[in-house]
Nanobody, 124 residues
Framework: QVRLVEAGGGLVQAGGSVTLSCEGSGRTLSKKAMAWFRQAPEKEREFVAA???????FYADSVKGRSTISRDNAKNTVYLQMYSLKPEDTAVYYC??????????????????WGQGTQVTVSS
């Protein structure tokens, strides 16, 4: 079964950090661009960070300087580390794999495999 499984969410105090993981099952993650999106309550899902097939990284302005996306090909896993967390970072975080073709980085429709999401709650 081809799927992505996120882990690492939870309750974190403002100013703290969290590391999310996204493990691939049934499909390699190493040669495709991967991204993290998030959806806060009553808001649309938004782009957070992405890593290209050459390991170039891209971040939304809202998390730039506070986040690091990386991958471990041996573990078939992509990570999102977030620091200096704010209450507005509270959301369900999803990882996604780029399906191929032209890549705009931030457009959800370009990703064809999604995880189930992991909740991150930042308390003030």
């Amino acid at each position: 079964q081809v799927r992505l499984v996120e882990a690492g969410g939870g309750l974190v105090q403002a100013g703290g950090s969290v590391t999310l993981s996204c493990e691939g099952s049934g499909r390699t993650l190493s040669k495709k661009a991967m991204a993290w999106f998030r959806q806060a309550p009553e808001k649309e899902r938004e782009f957070v960070a992405a890593i290209s097939w050459t390991d170039s990284t891209f971040y939304a302005d809202s998390v730039k300087g506070r986040s690091t996306i990386s991958r471990d090909n041996a573990k078939n896993t992509v990570y999102l580390q977030m620091y200096s967390l704010k209450p507005e970072d509270t959301a369900v975080y999803y990882c996604a794999q780029f399906q191929g073709g032209a890549w705009s980085i931030t457009r959800e429709s370009e990703y064809d495999l999604w995880g189930q999401g992991t909740q991150v709650t930042v308390s003030s």
